[in-house]
């Protein structure tokens, strides 16, 4: 099983970016799906989470500003982000709970 995310670069503030992660394997629909970030100097943190079923869940510091949605048929979990912050910055990464697997992890860059 592998997951391969994609979509991060260098956008301004108040800008928006799409994330997608793309998932082999079998067990994909039946897994929670996560995105996480890390900042420099920070832990890596959780920004939103989807369960088999579609719910979700989000940070507080992303709440209204991020969605995050899956497509099962392509195996693939998208991270729709909207007015970046430059607090955004940081390598995304995708995580299937199931396996305990983590992508290789896509680099945001909100500056102007």
């Known amino acids: 099983v592998q997951l391969q995310a994609s979509g991060g670069g260098l956008v301004q503030p108040g800008g928006s970016l799409r994330l997608s992660c793309a998932a082999s394997?079998?067990?994909?629909?039946?897994?929670?799906m996560g995105w996480y970030r890390q900042t420099p100097g920070k832990q890596r943190e959780l920004v939103a989470i989807?369960?088999?079923?579609?719910?979700?869940n989000y940070a507080d510091s992303v709440k209204g500003r991020v969605t995050i949605s899956r497509d099962n048929a392509r195996k693939t979990v998208y991270l729709q982000m909207s007015n970046l912050r430059p607090e955004d910055t940081g390598v995304y990464y995708c995580?299937?709970?199931?396996?305990?697997?983590w992508g290789q992890g896509t680099l945001v860059t909100v500056s102007s």
């Open positions: 995580y299937q709970v199931m396996t305990s697997l």
């Open positions: 394997g079998s067990i994909f629909s039946s897994s929670t």
């Open positions: 989807i369960t088999s079923g579609g719910t979700t």
